[in-house]
């Protein structure tokens, strides 16, 4: 075989690990669709493999702070008002300073059946500026109730990053409501509820509507 030929082969090989790399990447890449941006909130969605999506959702509200934030999460009493179709949460247990685990029960159009999920969140913090709440589902961590669907597959993000005046949120979110739900109605409102969420958030927020209820979640280790 002559050098020339091997030369050819070895840049045939070239181009073929090239090419194999730049699909991988291509796949790699998540892209986002654009669902609905109104009123300073926008609301994007990715598709998965079955069918479901995977929400986020972004915005800023002005004259607000990381600590108003986490006081509004410490008021549980008024979470039915920002966080759309939830009728009640509660903290189970403190488990530290910055990680908690709570119970949230969540109303559903009729004929669909409510709905309740048992979370771990650990919040940390990323840097001088940015600072992460990272939920996730915990559902055999309390027996499951005869009146609610354990939802048993929840993960989701907040964001946090102040600015100057001004704090933006980003929350991002992907659950399975577990039950007898058809995706396209499971995608459709969790779009909608998200949307509606960080509407609500705002408010509460600007109005300061809420009370801080002792212990307020601090920053540490998560995994």
């Not at 509200?61 to 549980?76: A, G, K, P, R, Y």
């Not at 008002?81 to 009640?88: A, H």
Request: with cysteine; glycine share 2%.
């Amino acid at each position: 075989m002559n050098k020339h030929f091997c030369k050819i082969i070895k840049l045939q090989k070239c181009f073929l690990y090239t090419a194999l790399a730049v699909s991988f990447n291509i796949k790699a890449e998540t892209f986002w669709h654009l669902y609905k941006s109104k009123n300073g909130v926008s609301v994007y969605y990715q598709s998965h493999s079955n069918n479901t999506f995977e929400v986020k959702a972004q915005m800023s509200v002005e004259h607000v702070s990381t600590n108003d934030f986490l006081e509004l999460l410490s008021d549980t009493d008024a979470a039915p008002q920002w966080l759309e179709n939830v009728s009640l949460v509660e903290v189970i247990k403190h488990i530290s300073p910055h990680e908690n685990l709570v119970y949230s029960y969540f109303d559903s159009p009729w004929p669909v059946a409510n709905r309740d999920s048992i979370t771990y969140s650990c919040y940390s913090k990323i840097n001088a500026q940015q600072s992460k709440l990272l939920i996730a589902a915990r559902p055999n961590a309390l027996s499951e109730k005869e009146n609610a669907v354990r939802v048993r597959t929840l993960n989701a993000t907040w964001l946090l990053t102040q600015q100057a005046s001004a704090l933006h949120i980003e929350y991002q979110i992907y659950a399975l409501p577990s039950g007898a739900i058809p995706t396209w109605l499971n995608n459709k409102v969790g779009l909608k509820s998200t949307y509606k969420t960080l509407i609500n958030l705002r408010n509460i927020l600007i109005q300061k509507s809420y009370a801080a209820t002792l212990p307020v979640i601090q920053a540490g280790k998560c995994n």
